[in-house]
């Protein structure tokens, strides 16, 4: 779908991608984004959770920061690109992991019950969301140092607020869809249990967007669906998520569609793709290394650690997002033809690339390997990782009859 979207919009003659309205395609982009969020979030084992915490904080941040240093000094010495620019560039342009790729990938394994029994699945796209309010808000800073505008103090501190912001109205909204619809409706309770979830989603995705506080609104759907689905219980939010599930093959073609669709190589050159893959290739194995090891001190085997730092390779919705707005920048400030107009355009031309190189061989070695790699738990292991209460498996097996009768 990627590669199919970059042919209709680079290729002479075909041109079909061209004629994309702009807002469109961030809209679409953005429902299609809180699609796979609360997918993920409906998802999540809590117990998992709560018991791998520390390795989520080390894996959220640390292959991050590593991969975004390292891609920063290395496009200084290589592309002779400013300390601020180059920092635009690795921390955060670079760095940032693909949700809308890593997210689908890894829900096809747990629904084959791949590395449930640890918590796999639960903790890499956990860690992702993070992840991506952190490279936003870091890029963010590294912008408005560069050029000189906006309320720098303010700047910094944007992370941390987006992400207290998004846990906080997370919570607050997944507890009141505990109580909203009333849980003894007998009828049309799913319904009513998607509509809701699905509006305040797309509220806090828009809503923060509005606010400027992009990256609180995606961490805010992963934390409202999953503080639900741990108050609806699995059989209640079994039927969210089939419907949820439905949607996504709609979203699906559409998200990497129009992502493919902002992939221009018309800014490439010889001397800044060959120094480009140089960067990639070097601090793809520094974030590899730095993942492996941050997976250190748990029950986790060297089988699981190598599929989790594998899994943290795509990356394709950041990069599309922001790539070109440094370059837009520079020019809207009268910086055509001057030097910040070329660090604008190789930070471009780099993004590209982390998005064609990146996302096949990412998506490719998640299905590949996690299979190989992680261990396929039977349903009865798979149901005893959910900690489910004794009513629950009475509903369940109420609920097995109905199947059977069906």
């Given at each position: 779908m990627l590669y199919l979207a970059e042919i209709y919009l680079n290729v002479r003659g075909i041109n079909l991608a061209r004629s994309i309205d702009k807002r469109w395609s961030s809209t679409l982009r953005s429902m299609a984004l809180v699609i796979i969020l609360i997918r993920s979030g409906?998802?999540?084992?809590?117990?998992?959770?709560?018991k791998l915490k520390f390795t989520l904080a080390r894996l959220a941040f640390l292959p991050c920061i590593f991969e975004a240093v390292s891609a920063a000094v290395l496009v200084h010495f290589l592309l002779d690109m400013?300390?601020?620019?180059?920092f635009q560039l690795g921390s955060f342009v670079q760095a940032a992991v693909s949700l809308a790729v890593v997210i689908p990938c890894l829900l096809e394994l747990q629904d084959q019950h791949y590395g449930v029994n640890k918590g796999i699945p639960t903790l890499v796209m956990a860690a992702a969301s993070f992840d991506n309010v952190f490279c936003i808000s870091a890029f963010g800073v590294c912008l408005g140092i560069a050029f000189d505008s906006g309320n720098l103090i303010f700047s910094i501190f944007r992370g941390p607020i987006e992400l207290l912001l998004g846990?906080?109205?997370g919570c607050l909204v997944g507890v009141l869809c505990w109580f909203v619809p009333n849980k003894n409706e007998n009828v049309n309770l799913p319904h009513n249990r998607l509509v809701i979830l699905l509006c305040f989603s797309l509220l806090s995705v828009f809503g923060s967007n509005v606010a400027k506080f992009s990256g609180a609104g995606a961490l805010g759907v992963l934390t409202m669906s999953t503080v639900a689905a741990y108050g609806w219980t699995p059989i209640g939010k079994a039927p969210v998520a089939m419907v949820m599930s439905l949607v996504w093959q709609l979203f699906e073609p559409?998200?990497?569609?129009?992502?493919?669709?902002?992939?221009s190589v018309a800014y490439m050159n010889t001397k800044v793709v060959g120094m480009g893959i140089a960067n990639l290739v070097i601090s793809l194995i520094i974030r590899l290394v730095t993942t492996?090891?941050?997976l250190l001190g748990n029950d986790l085997n060297f089988k699981e650690r190598l599929f989790i730092a594998i899994s943290w390779l795509p990356k394709a919705t950041v990069q599309a997002a922001i790539g070109s707005v440094s370059l837009d920048i520079a020019r809207q400030k009268g910086f055509t033809g001057q030097i910040e107009e070329e660090y604008g355009i190789q930070?471009?031309?780099?993004?590209?690339?982390v998005i064609l190189i990146t996302s096949p061989i990412g998506a490719i070695g998640i299905v590949v390997a996690g299979p190989r790699m992680l261990h396929r738990s039977p349903r009865e292991e798979?149901?005893?990782?959910?900690?489910?209460?004794?009513?629950?498996?009475?509903?369940?097996k109420e609920n097995r009859v109905l199947e059977s009768s069906v």
């Open positions: 409906l998802g999540l084992n809590t117990s998992a959770l709560r400013k300390w601020l620019w180059a846990i906080t109205v559409l998200l990497f569609g129009l992502v493919g669709a902002e992939v492996y090891l941050g930070i471009l031309t780099i993004a590209v690339l798979f149901d005893s990782a959910l900690h489910e209460s004794p009513g629950v498996k009475v509903e369940r």
